[in-house]
């Protein structure tokens, strides 16, 4: 019996097939665990092992290597704040002490209401627009305690969830189909190329 | 010396607000470069990338080319780009993938071309959520264009390319540990030698692994020719590079500057590019190549930047990173944020980096927040020598990969720069600063 | 003409040596006396380089770096210095961060005397730290398992339990979680760790990480005694190190023998030192977990203590006035004994009593005399063996180390494995072709084998590609293929195996056979003769046909043999109890046992016997590998060793055995049969002797510390060492009697193609490791571990029925019905319902299973229905 919906099931199984390996789709098969759950449930890991052809231990031990995938609830929003280096010399650790105040939760923590989690995080790539601050990897720049707050006023009403989905929910794009090119056409035609590369090479020595 | 105007390569497309469309890249020239290069034989095409000396732009700065014909003995299987972009105060591949996507798979389709691939894998940042989206959809695009899957544009290439999501962690920009991390486990880097990827790679099969950056300025070194390319810089920097200019400057952001033919003056100062400093303050120091690498003072503001020319003065330019720091900066919070960085970033596998990041960032913070001791810059100074002995540049290691060498970059600049400033933090007994 | 150059020459600290090529710098260093610290490395698991403790500088292109030389291979001309500054710079360096935050736990901890860590701090480290920061904290400590507990504080993330878990068990039930100097070994909270091998990662922890719930805070190494002996819990015949403290046996572990067990061990044979030892105020002797301590007689119908001479007077009555009629007297058992012990009964029955019915197993092996017939392989040769055919049960649950050997195999030769698929296995994920086979058609499965167009049974999911695959493999003369035998059902004939072992047998003369019958010392006691036309040194006795044990309990039950001689428990091993017990109360019984059971209830005399590191002698594994084994402790009370109850015993019977000790046992075994017994007494040789391969000696590997903690020393003991004396060299007087052809061995019952019946299920009582039995029942660490009874069923026929597991079906046997709860397992074939022996019913008895099976048929068919 299945854990993932039967949608999210479809999507897992299509993910496996694009690698050469099952395994290979452990990531982004825990990203698909997370839009569904939240975050990474226990059934979940199961699936995903069954899936990876591997043990609940050894996906369990993978998934807690990465910043991304939580092993408990977390908030419907995860913010993000960066206090890297260009982000400290901008005032960062000031902002993030100011969004565990406006959340109303400490740093790696969940909100009371359930609906915040704060992380101190790692750079996030966006340096020119520091403090650099995402909700759900999503890039809100609010760089002051001004548009901070006002941020999250908008969050609470749920005025910005066109475009920042509940926290798991990273790629709305899906990709459109599996692999289109057969391994045997591939094959063939690589060997191809190779006899005739090696044909130039013999006629111009 | 005044700024020389650089040619836009890889940043062309940054005035339109649409940049990201299939319309707008092929309205301005999008795919041409691919139509090009299957018409040419693929060791000509791969002739091309060697002609232009293009050096990798992700952090090694490793010949693109000479990466490329290390393989030429042995058929290549996989093809990963690295887009895994996580060194602190970098954020130029940011910019390509979700600005550019098209220009970025049209380098990797030409790239599998050049190198005869059985598939290609672009592992992207976890955290750039709408910049999968954007690749994602390019990629729909591109496949439904027939620039990907069978038969590409009727040729005798076909070609498959995976979008591989990251899930949060920096170690995994390191080509062998991005494997780890594609083949579905934890990031742990592999000891090279022997697992060069060129040799063992994915899955244990040759691979070629090339930076975002170095993948987008391949459609146009197809279409102008190797040469052209080669004509711009100077010395083996040739091209031209996006720096990402960060910290105390009034106008940080991505210039896409020709290399060495500015300095880094030029980029701090000029109001084209950074502007100088905010509030006209003034620079105490600067990083020139990411925290990875060790620090300038202004003494070396003049420096061309180059490869070689930062190589010979003890650093790197490495990711293209460069963070300001001025006279306002707490130079030992600096070092110890960054420290704490390696410490949560570290995989763990080897003691040195493990235990020695974790060992250092404490001694650091007791020097930031109060209980430093003076005997605390002698002990760092050592146990940066325990993880890179020697503490030259280029670092020795005695750990598995270049994290741990890393590491004492920031703390060791710190030291040596200002010394006096942690003197201040011991007497002090925390920082003197705000 | 120039010389190849097989070795490979290096510069080792300015000395010049030969090494292998392909070797590692550091096993080529430690051979030529250079040893390199290490904490990560283990020679039986591939090298990752994470403690960095072993980096030496290499000579290179840009001159010397440091290297791991646990990762990096020879090549000709390398130069290494391993004593350098700069090399001793960085291994204090490393040990100053291990240090950091390791706790100072060395007081309270299982690992001090022994530890890796604490010996090369000692001679690599400095005598301070310099960390003045807080140490990393965790709750600690933590049970992962139920026999493992975690300390994360203390662990240095070596990784080689996490190594162990995914390249030697490969059931990865621990994995590094987390990341930096977060990492921690964890398992999954739904799953924990319960592997059978988690007390290997015990042994191997380099700190005081990982220990073992039995064994924690029990001793410290300086207090331990220690002997190497092989363990008897079942016949892989592993070799162990067995240590006690005053008398008490304290702690098994695994001793590195190349040829058998690479120093690994099972938890059942660890940790199963309780039962031994067993309990000070024992009174039960109804139960397996007590040890008998003195000789027990009945008197007005309840046991009660003797003396030794009134006890064997008793016994002697007893025996000799059954045996003073033809048939009237047999003996059963005799697995758990040694060789010695096992000969000196042979000659006990067979020549004072005058009787030629012996068997040592149950009805729940195979035929001893077709075993022994078959060509053989080592395990070894089944280790390395380009195809390897197994008709067997799950060997992770019979012979585990067996497995482990098999499995690498598999996963890093990458050769072929052919699966006759009876029920669940762990081998099944690796199986080349696995076939599935139903009870009662395992021959017809071998014939469609060797056959080359042979087709599989009718209504049998096996496919012809599956079985085209599989002869292709194995090819015309079965060249480079060894077939594992055993058991793996105990509710189907052995008929049915044994066919199916005669038609591979001869239609592939090429190849080798590797037996897999799990008790102790079966084969042993097989090879002494404990068996149906069986005789000592493997003899072969045709003629008149012997009773084996059903056929004794079916006698005594007729009352055609009057008396019995047990040679340990019966009703825990013999699957039919009612059948058995009826037989008992019959007849007038004599049990020599170490333990206690429900056995003793119809017991007249009880006479006590030394066990398992209690005696010498020497025993006999499946390979056909004579080790010795050697006391460690005394027996409790006056319990006796074998060799003399029997010796004792035939002397009140008026008659001498000719022996009276073990040592003259094993010499005049030899003396008269060639079986090398007193010469692997008195050789200090670790690895025994291969009967029937004579001279091939092993070499013993040079014992790693660092590697091994907590093995003093890899000097066997031998007899010679131990009695202080010089015994004179064996002599063999004659040539070996030698076992029979396979054309000679009687030919067997036929077997008939069974009859499924359309609405009934084919019953499969397979067997796991943790059962009911002694070693289990007496060591409370491991009585979680028991499994209840379960049903096992495929999808097929649970879709049929409408169940899910965790539901309920009632199982209609022959006499009776019973509920049994339901799993779901596709590796058990459709049609087969599947139990296993041993596993525990509410009441903590073990009815239920043996009340399925009808005793009387090939198979057992039961019907199954919902409630």
């Excluded at chain 1, 854990?3 to 050469?20: C, F, G, K, N, T």
């Excluded at chain 2, 390191?174 to 991390?181: D, H, N, P, R, V």
């Excluded at chain 3, 409370?780 to 495929?794: D, E, I, Q, W």
Aim: with cysteine; proline share 5%.
């Amino acid at each position: 019996m299945s854990h993932l919906r039967i949608d999210i099931r479809q999507r897992a199984e299509e993910l496996v097939s694009l690698y050469p390996r099952p395994r290979s789709a452990m990531l982004p098969l825990l990203h698909l665990v997370q839009e569904q759950d939240g975050y990474l449930s226990e059934e979940g890991i199961a699936e995903v092992a069954e899936l990876t052809q591997t043990t609940p231990a050894d996906v369990r031990g993978t998934a807690s290597f990465y910043d991304m995938y939580f092993l408990e609830p977390v908030g419907k929003y995860v913010v993000s704040v960066c206090t890297n280096i260009a982000c400290l010399l901008a005032g960062g650790l000031e902002l993030l002490e100011h969004a565990g105040t406006t959340l109303g939760c400490a740093v790696g923590a969940t909100s009371d209401d359930g609906l915040f989690t704060l992380e101190e995080s790692e750079c996030l790539a966006d340096c020119d627009i520091a403090p650099c601050v995402q909700v759900n990897h999503r890039y809100v720049r609010t760089t002051t305690p001004e548009s901070f707050d006002t941020l999250v006023g908008e969050l609470r009403e749920g005025k910005r969830d066109h475009e920042i989905p509940s926290h798991g929910t990273l790629i709305r794009v899906r990709r459109s189909g599996g692999l289109r090119a057969p391994k045997s056409e591939i094959a063939s035609e690589r060997a191809g190329a190779k006899a005739a590369r090696e044909q130039r090479a013999a006629e111009t020595a | 010396m005044a700024v020389i105007d650089s040619p836009r390569i890889v940043t062309a497309r940054a005035g339109y607000e649409d940049s990201f469309t299939l319309a707008r890249y092929l309205a301005t020239g999008g795919y041409d470069g691919l139509r090009k290069a299957l018409t040419m034989f693929p060791e000509d095409v791969a002739k091309q990338v060697d002609d232009a000396s293009l050096l990798g732009r992700g952090g090694a700065g490793f010949p693109a080319g000479r990466k490329w014909s290390m393989l030429r003995k042995a058929p290549i299987s996989y093809l990963v780009v690295n887009g895994d972009e996580s060194e602190p105060a970098t954020f130029k591949d940011h910019f390509l993938v979700e600005r550019d996507p098209h220009q970025l798979i049209e380098g990797i389709i030409i790239s599998a071309y050049a190198l005869q691939v059985s598939q290609a894998f672009l592992y992207l940042r976890g955290e750039f959520a709408l910049g999968l989206e954007r690749v994602q959809q390019a990629l729909n695009d591109a496949y439904e264009l027939g620039a990907l899957g069978s038969k590409i544009f009727g040729s005798d290439f076909s070609l498959d390319l995976v979008v591989h999501p990251g899930a949060g962690a920096y170690i995994c920009g390191e080509e062998t540990a991005l494997i780890e991390g594609l083949e579905g486990k934890r990031g742990f880097p592999r000891i090279k030698p022997p697992f060069f990827p060129a040799v063992s790679g994915l899955y244990g099969e040759p691979t070629v692994v090339n930076n975002v950056e170095t993948m987008a300025n391949v459609p146009w070194i197809v279409l102008n020719g190797g040469a052209a390319f080669a004509a711009l810089g100077g010395g083996r920097s040739t091209g031209t590079r996006m720096f990402a200019l960060a910290g105390r400057v009034k106008n940080p952001g991505i210039y896409e500057i020709e290399m060495v033919k500015n300095t880094f003056r030029d980029l701090i100062f000029d109001p084209a590019f950074g502007g100088g400093i905010i509030n006209d303050r003034a620079i105490k120091a600067f990083i020139p190549g990411g925290v990875s690498a060790p620090w300038f003072g202004p003494d070396l503001l003049d420096l061309p930047m180059g490869q070689d020319e930062v190589a010979e003065k003890g650093s790197m330019l490495g990711s293209g990173s460069v963070v300001v720091f001025d006279e306002t900066s707490c130079v030992v919070r600096a070092a110890w944020r960054i420290t704490k960085f390696f410490s949560r970033e570290s995989c763990g596998q080897c003691t040195p980096c493990r235990e020695g990041s974790g060992w250092i960032e404490r001694a650091m913070y007791r020097l930031e927040h109060g209980g430093g001791r003076m005997e605390d810059l002698e002990l760092l100074l050592d146990l940066c020598d325990n993880i890179a002995p020697g503490l030259s540049w280029p670092p020795q290691q005695t750990t598995i990969c270049v994290l741990g060498s890393s590491i004492p970059s920031s703390v060791h600049s710190a030291i040596s720069m200002f010394r006096d400033e942690f003197a201040l933090h011991v007497t002090n007994q925390g920082c003197p600063f705000d | 003409m120039t010389d190849v150059k097989t070795t490979v020459t290096i510069s080792v600290n300015g000395r010049s040596l030969e090494a292998a090529p392909g070797e590692l710098l550091i096993e080529a260093a430690e051979r030529a006396g250079t040893y390199v610290p290490r904490f990560c490395y283990h020679p039986r698991m591939e090298p990752v380089g994470y403690c960095r403790m072993c980096l030496v500088e290499v000579d290179g292109p840009r001159g010397a770096t440091l290297q791991p030389a646990c990762y990096i291979k020879v090549s000709e001309g390398m130069s290494v210095v391993t004593d350098s500054e700069k090399v001793k710079k960085a291994q204090d360096g490393v040990l100053e961060f291990l240090l950091a935050n390791h706790p100072l736990d060395c007081p309270v901890c299982d690992k001090g005397g022994e530890c890796p860590l604490q010996d090369q701090t000692l001679t690599h480290g400095s005598g301070e730290t310099r960390f003045i920061e807080e140490k990393r904290h965790f709750v600690k400590p933590i049970e992962i398992g139920e026999l493992v507990l975690l300390d994360r504080e203390r662990c240095i993330q070596c990784a080689r339990c996490t190594r162990f878990s995914a390249e030697v068990s490969g059931d990865t039930e621990i994995a590094f979680a987390g990341r930096g100097d977060l990492i921690e070994v964890a398992p999954s909270p739904t799953v924990p760790f319960d592997s059978t091998f988690s007390g290997n990662t015990v042994q191997i922890c380099p700190v005081g990480a990982l220990t073992a719930k039995p064994y924690r805070f029990s001793a410290r190494p300086w207090d331990l005694e220690q002997v190497e002996s092989t363990c008897t819990t079942c016949a892989v015949g592993c070799r162990v190190a067995v240590q006690s403290s005053g008398n008490r046996l304290t702690r098994v572990l695994g001793v590195d023998s190349e040829p058998v067990n690479h120093g690994w061990l099972c938890d059942k044979g660890r940790f199963a030192l309780d039962s031994i030892d067993g309990h000070q105020d024992d009174v039960d002797v109804l139960s397996a977990a007590t040890r008998i301590r003195e000789p027990l007689i009945r008197e007005a119908g309840v046991l009660v203590p003797a003396t030794w001479g009134d006890a064997l007077a008793r016994a002697a009555t007893i025996l000799q006035d059954a045996a003073s009629a033809p048939g009237g007297v047999g003996a059963i058992g005799g697995a758990a004994l040694t060789n010695e012990g096992a000969f000196a009964w042979e000659r006990f029955v067979r020549g004072v009593l005058a009787s030629d019915h012996m068997d040592a197993q149950y009805g729940d092996g195979l035929d001893g005399a077709l075993l022994q017939a078959l060509p053989k392989a080592t395990i070894d040769e089944a280790a390395n063996a380009r195809v390897v055919v197994t008709l067997t049960g799950d060997l992770r649950e019979e012979l585990p180390v067996l497995f482990l050997r098999l499995r690498e195999n598999f996963v890093k030769r990458n050769n072929a494995l052919i699966q006759f698929a009876f029920g669940q296995n762990a081998l099944a994920p690796l199986a080349t072709v696995s076939m599935p086979v139903r009870p009662g058609e395992a021959h017809l499965v071998a014939e469609a084998l060797a056959t080359s167009d042979g087709a599989a049974p009718q209504g049998s999911q096996i496919t012809e590609a599956e079985l085209a695959t599989a002869r292709s493999l194995i090819g015309a003369s079965g060249a480079g293929v060894v077939i594992v035998v055993g058991r793996p059902n105990v509710a189907e004939d052995a008929g049915v195996l044994e066919r199916a072992i005669r038609i591979l047998a001869e239609s592939l003369p090429d190849a080798t056979f590797l037996p897999a019958l799990r008790r102790a010392n079966v084969m042993g006691a097989l090879d002494m003769g404990l068996g149906p036309k069986l005789r000592p040194g493997r003899a072969y006795a045709a003629g008149e046909e012997s009773r084996d044990t059903l056929t004794q309990l079916a006698a005594l039950r007729a009352g055609e043999q009057k008396a019995v001689l047990l040679l340990g428990d019966l009703l825990g091993n013999v699957l039919d109890a009612e059948g058995a017990t009826a037989a008992l109360e019959a007849a007038q019984v004599v049990v020599v046992t170490g333990h206690g059971g429900a056995t003793l209830a119809y017991a007249d005399v009880v006479l006590p016997a030394a066990v398992q590191h209690e005696r010498l002698g020497t025993v006999t594994n499946i390979e056909g590998r004579v080790t010795a084994v050697t006391a460690k402790i005394v027996a409790p009370g006056s319990a006796w060793p074998d060799v003399a109850i029997a010796a004792e015993l035939a002397e009140q019977c008026g008659q001498s055995l000719g022996l009276t000790s073990v040592e003259e046992a094993a010499k005049v075994l030899e003396a008269t049969t060639g079986y090398p017994a007193l010469s692997v007494l008195n050789d200090v040789t670790d690895e025994g002797a291969v009967v029937g391969r004579g001279g091939e000696r092993t070499e013993r590997r040079a014992l790693d510390p660092m590697a091994f903690p907590g093995i003093k020393s890899t000097n066997t003991v031998g007899l010679a060492e131990l009695s202080g004396a010089v015994l004179e060299p064996s002599v063999v007087a004659s040539p070996a009697p030698a076992p029979a052809a396979l054309a000679v061995v009687a030919a067997g019952r036929s077997v008939d193609v069974p009859h499924y019946d359309a609405y009934a299920v084919s019953l499969l009582v397979s067997r796991r490791l943790y059962d009911h039995g002694v070693a289990v029942q007496g060591s409370p660490a491991l009585a979680n571990l028991v499994a209840t009874t379960t049903a096992y069923l495929n999808h097929f026929d649970l879709d049929r029925l409408g169940l899910v597991t965790g539901d309920h079906v009632n199982v209609m046997g022959a006499t009776s019905t019973h509920t049994l709860p339901v799993v779901l397992n596709d590796q058990t074939p459709r049609g087969v319902l599947e139990v296993t022996f041993g596993a525990l019913d509410d009441d903590g008895g073990t009815a239920t299973t043996r009340a399925l099976v009808d005793p009387g048929s090939v198979i057992t068919q039961v019907r199954l229905a919902t409630s």
